[in-house]
């Protein structure tokens, strides 16, 4: 379609470069070489804040799939062999190499997904370095557990799976990929990633990293592509023993199915659809800022984030003005500008996705509170904007409020009791996260006790230690990464028993 035509007629363009600059070609990381994808496929990658391409995601086929396996299989046998503290030396000089281009990791994250420049830094950059620090630092630490019988000393050894499939989403690009290869490649695997094609920028730039620094070729490879195209070839290829997935559920459960006939070790951080607990003995102030924290950080596209917020009904009106006066005064806008609060969304595709459920609680009774979409002006008239939109009145079993909406959309409830708000919480399918906010700690715990999820926060959200289990239950996933977690999910322990004379 001319450019131009599709412009003016008020869509997405899906070939507008900015200034005439042709966009930047990727390519995959195959055995140490960047190297072209094996046919003329290729998908546009958008600026999500104007609509603007500036680079193409090859579309590998299972072909370039095959030779990247077969890479990280020829690699593993050597690289496995190393000691945990060579493997560690590699992940800190991974890390220093990366910290050299925070700047540069930040505003290919905010170009890339949309998101604003501070979150990039604070969030995005800082992450992906730490990852690489923090793993080398707990393999270095890494002790091999010994049982002692009467007769004989038991010696659990752990050692590498094999070759691992690293599958990622696009919402937190490298703060993602990186958790999963510093681990994984930390305990002696080797990998393919996968990246989202919506967001390949900064995984094109790990390789360059990777590349720069002299990492042994074949032990980090990426496969550039879609879910069809170069995924599903992944988790179902014979010769990958491992994979690590976080993305949507329903690609989760075809992730599964491709895995479960091989017996492959298997870890899914799906989605989410997270309580956010008010009680009426909190500090309100605090609260209101830390539950607008949770519920719009990265424009809601955090699985973590708390999108059902339930308030005890004492406090609901004075909470609720408040609440709304906080998120109404939210900078949204340009990414690049330092004061931007939120940014855009991924994709067109995803904003009317998100918009069909705020349509859809319109219809199922709630009231709009604040939210709508904003009035942007100059090249961001071809973004994909939402403002923060807050939604009461809905009822709890509601697809609103039980649903993955994974955009800038909060529903609000009333609860009586504890127990009432326990079993609203437990109300969906999902069981990632979630929040408690109250001045009673033991009653937080006793909340978060019973809430059936994988990790609560209690007067705070996205309070990260790296050494914690990190997963959900029901909907949102199967398994556990994060610290030790991690080291045992990358690696098989092997038991040798040694009979005393
Ligand atoms: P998605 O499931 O559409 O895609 C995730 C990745 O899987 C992409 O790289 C995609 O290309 C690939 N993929 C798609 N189909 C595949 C298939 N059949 N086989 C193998 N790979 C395939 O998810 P998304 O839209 O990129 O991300 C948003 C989702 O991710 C949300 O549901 C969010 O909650 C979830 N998420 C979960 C966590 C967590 O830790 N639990 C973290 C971030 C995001």
Redesign the pocket.
Known sequence: MDPDECCDSGCVPCERDRDGVAPLDLENYIGGKFVSHSNDDWLNVLEPATGYRFARVPLSEPKDVDTAVAAARAAQPDWGALSHAERADWLDRIADALEAKYEEIATLESQDTGKPISLAREVDAHRSVTNFRFFAGLIREHVEEQFEMADATNIVISKPVGVAAL??????PLY?LSWKVAPAIGMGNTVVC?????TPMTANLLMETLHEIGLPAGVVNLVHG???GA??P??SHPDVDLVS????????A??AE?AAPQFKKLSL????KNATIVFDDCDIEKTVNGVARAGFLNSGQ??LCGSRILIQETIYDEFVGKFVDAVKSMKIGDPSDEATELGALISAEHLEKVESYVALAGEEGGTLLTGGNPAMAGEFEHGNWLAPTIIADLSTDSRCSRE?I?GPVVTLHKFESEDEAVAIANGTDYG?AGSVWTGDLAKGQRVAEKIHTGMVWINTWLHRDLRVP???VKN??VGREGGRWSLGFFSEPLNICLKHD
């Open positions: 599958i990622t989403p696009w919402n937190l993602l996968k990246p989202s094609e919506l879609s879910g069809e995924g599903a992944l988790t997935f976080t993305g949507g559920t329903a690609t989760g075809k992730v491709a951080e799906l989605g989410g955090v699985c993955e994974f990632l990190f997963g959900g949102s996933g």
